[in-house]
């Protein structure tokens, strides 16, 4: 049902008498109060304009933030004067550590600056005639459509946490906008590079999914985090690596750079932000540790399935490049972690023995 | 008259580029990085602010970079070699390629996010070595 506001505006006396009295000419000017330290509030190098950290000065700076947000659960910006009865929105996530990186205006600043468009900026030429062959073009298909619903679910899982973040924290939901943003660019890229020029898209993936939900589905939003933007994001990181290295045209080789680009402002945002939750709550690295055993369990069955290792051997020339590629890509996943203060995860982690098992088969 | 690579007048010169050609960098987006290449014994340090290359200079402290780039000149001249043969790196010497395929060039970094901001900023970084294609340059 929709939200019903408590007073029927158009009907109210005193409502009507004060905008009877602004038409008269008698202003209140109630509103005009300086709020808020004054600072500069300018660009600090001309190049790069007016950015989120330029305005976060004095009084708006998120520093001044308390840890728990008891005082405003309205709509009302961070730094304006809250008159009374402002209606709650409900927000359910009003901790700080729970949310802040540091990092986090500079990544949204950066995201809008480093864009790019799909339709026009992807050499698509570049795949007429196909320069490869069909075995090669349809294994970069298969690996398209996985990435295309890690794209979407990538929107789901930035758009399932932002509306329920505190107004307080906005340079945070702005990025999670900006990873909506980027996470559809994703799907959208790899679904016109599955369709271009009379392709396809391949089969779904059942362990992708399971990976996915169990990502989507996160109790927490630190823990969702830690799985999307740290777990997730490494490795779609590396397969636009990947994809850019093993790539026989431009299309390919700018598909998979931007992809690489993207996807590290995701892994940079989750380093920053489970480091800054554990050193407010150092009690929360079990928690969070629980729940990246489950999602790199799930991993370990996307990185076995068939329908992504056998397009990576397709296109990577055989089984030791993949394994190959896994390890280093798991090797700095787990120092992400531990950069994170995650500790070291190789022990514990399903992706230790899954590695040795490739790594057997490819000697 | 020709520059010679490897050389701090060639980083000069690359950095010279990302002025002259301001619009391509800026293009690309923000790259706030200053990084190591690393050219047999020999470190050149880059920095980049906002657009622009800021400063190049032969480093002594990898310590106070982000990531090295490291690799032997024999390499590094073959990287900028095909850069000169195809007006920009073929997918064979990319720095993508080069440091990701078989490790030929090596990725050296203090920290995870370090790291990282070489993968952040990766199409500003072979930009800024495909421009060599526009130098008068002696390979030694």
């Given at each position: 049902?929709?939200?019903?506001?408590?007073?029927?505006?158009?009907?109210d006396?005193?409502?009507?008498?004060?905008i009877?009295?602004t038409?008269?000419?008698q202003l209140?000017?109630?509103?005009?109060?300086?709020?808020?330290?004054?600072?500069a509030?300018?660009p600090?190098?001309?190049a790069?304009?007016?950015?989120?950290?330029?305005?976060?000065?004095?009084?708006?700076?998120?520093?001044?933030?308390?840890?728990?947000?008891?005082?405003?659960?309205?709509m009302?910006?961070?730094?304006?004067?809250?008159?009374?009865g402002?209606?709650?929105?409900?927000?359910?996530?009003?901790?700080?550590?729970d949310?802040?990186?540091?990092?986090?205006?500079?990544?949204?600043?950066e995201?809008?600056?480093?864009?790019?468009?799909?339709?026009?900026?992807?050499?698509?030429?570049?795949?007429?005639p196909?320069?490869h062959?069909?075995?090669?073009?349809?294994?970069?298909?298969?690996?398209?459509?996985?990435?295309?619903?890690?794209g979407?679910?990538?929107?789901d899982?930035?758009?399932?946490?932002?509306?329920?973040?505190?107004?307080?924290?906005?340079?945070?939901?702005?990025?999670?906008?900006?990873?909506?943003?980027?996470?559809?660019?994703?799907?959208?890229?790899?679904?016109?590079?599955?369709?271009?020029?009379?392709g396809?898209?391949?089969?779904?993936?059942?362990?992708?999914?399971?990976?996915?939900?169990?990502?989507?589905?996160s109790?927490?939003?630190?823990?969702?985090?830690?799985?999307?933007?740290?777990?997730l994001?490494?490795v779609v990181?590396?397969?636009?690596?990947?994809?850019?290295?093993?790539?026989?045209?431009?299309?390919d080789?700018?598909?998979?750079t931007?992809?690489?680009?993207?996807?590290?402002?995701?892994?940079?945002?989750?380093?920053d932000?489970?480091?800054?939750?554990?050193?407010?709550r150092?009690?929360?690295?079990?928690?969070?540790?629980?729940?990246?055993?489950?999602?790199?369990?799930?991993?370990?069955?996307?990185?076995?399935a068939?329908?992504?290792?056998?397009?990576?051997?397709?296109?990577?020339?055989?089984?030791?490049?993949?394994?190959?590629?896994?390890?280093?890509t798991?090797?700095?996943?787990f120092?992400?972690?531990?950069a994170?203060?995650?500790?070291?995860r190789?022990?514990?982690?399903?992706?230790?023995?899954?590695?040795?098992?490739?790594?057997?088969?490819?000697? | 008259?020709?520059?010679?690579?490897?050389?701090?007048?060639?980083?000069?010169?690359?950095?010279?580029?990302?002025?002259?050609?301001?619009?391509?960098f800026?293009?690309?987006?923000?790259?706030?990085?200053?990084?190591?290449?690393?050219?047999?014994?020999?470190?050149?340090?880059?920095a980049?602010?906002?657009?622009?290359?800021?400063?190049?200079?032969?480093?002594?402290d990898?310590?106070?970079?982000?990531?090295?780039?490291?690799?032997?000149p024999?390499?590094?001249?073959?990287?900028?070699?095909?850069?000169?043969?195809?007006?920009?790196?073929?997918?064979?010497?990319?720095?993508?390629?080069?440091?990701?395929?078989g490790?030929?060039?090596?990725?050296?970094?203090?920290?995870?996010?370090?790291?990282?901001?070489?993968?952040?900023f990766?199409?500003?970084?072979?930009?800024?070595?495909?421009?060599?294609?526009?130098?008068?340059?002696?390979?030694?």
């Amino acid at each position: 049902m929709a939200y019903i506001a408590p007073k029927d505006y158009a009907a109210d006396p005193e409502v009507v008498a004060k905008i009877l009295r602004t038409v008269s000419g008698q202003l209140e000017l109630d509103w005009m109060k300086r709020v808020g330290e004054p600072a500069a509030y300018r660009p600090s190098q001309a190049a790069r304009g007016l950015t989120l950290d330029d305005i976060n000065q004095g009084g708006y700076a998120p520093d001044k933030l308390p840890e728990v947000i008891r005082h405003n659960f309205s709509m009302a910006p961070r730094g304006a004067l809250l008159p009374p009865g402002l209606p709650s929105l409900g927000y359910r996530v009003n901790r700080k550590s729970d949310v802040w990186a540091d990092v986090a205006p500079r990544l949204f600043e950066e995201a809008k600056s480093r864009r790019w468009a799909p339709a026009r900026d992807v050499p698509w030429n570049a795949l007429v005639p196909l320069p490869h062959d069909e075995r090669h073009e349809l294994a970069l298909r298969q690996l398209a459509t996985g990435l295309i619903s890690i794209g979407l679910v990538a929107t789901d899982v930035a758009a399932s946490w932002e509306w329920r973040m505190n107004q307080e924290f906005h340079e945070i939901k702005y990025l999670l906008c900006a990873q909506m943003f980027d996470a559809a660019r994703i799907s959208e890229a790899f679904r016109k590079r599955a369709l271009f020029g009379g392709g396809s898209l391949g089969v779904d993936s059942r362990p992708l999914g399971e990976l996915l939900k169990s990502i989507f589905l996160s109790d927490t939003y630190p823990e969702a985090s830690a799985a999307m933007n740290l777990t997730l994001f490494s490795v779609v990181q590396a397969l636009g690596r990947h994809w850019a290295a093993t790539a026989s045209n431009p299309a390919d080789t700018y598909l998979g750079t931007q992809l690489a680009q993207d996807a590290t402002r995701f892994v940079s945002y989750g380093v920053d932000h489970v480091r800054s939750h554990l050193r407010a709550r150092p009690q929360q690295a079990e928690t969070l540790g629980e729940h990246l055993d489950l999602v790199e369990n799930a991993l370990v069955g996307v990185l076995g399935a068939p329908e992504t290792i056998e397009p990576l051997v397709l296109v990577s020339g055989g089984f030791a490049p993949v394994a190959g590629f896994y390890a280093r890509t798991l090797d700095q996943y787990f120092r992400r972690c531990a950069a994170a203060g995650l500790g070291d995860r190789r022990d514990a982690s399903a992706l230790t023995p899954f590695l040795r098992m490739l790594e057997g088969d490819a000697s | 008259m020709a520059v010679r690579f490897p050389s701090l007048e060639f980083f000069q010169a690359l950095k010279q580029r990302t002025v002259d050609d301001k619009a391509r960098f800026e293009k690309l987006g923000y790259c706030d990085t200053a990084f190591g290449v690393r050219i047999g014994a020999e470190l050149y340090g880059v920095a980049f602010e906002v657009y622009e290359c800021t400063r190049v200079w032969r480093a002594a402290d990898a310590g106070e970079l982000d990531f090295v780039l490291e690799a032997p000149p024999e390499l590094w001249r073959e990287m900028v070699a095909a850069i000169l043969r195809n007006k920009g790196a073929d997918a064979a010497h990319t720095l993508n390629t080069l440091t990701h395929v078989g490790d030929r060039m090596k990725l050296v970094a203090q920290d995870a996010e370090g790291e990282d901001k070489y993968y952040r900023f990766m199409a500003s970084l072979q930009e800024f070595f495909d421009q060599a294609h526009n130098l008068q340059l002696e390979i030694a």
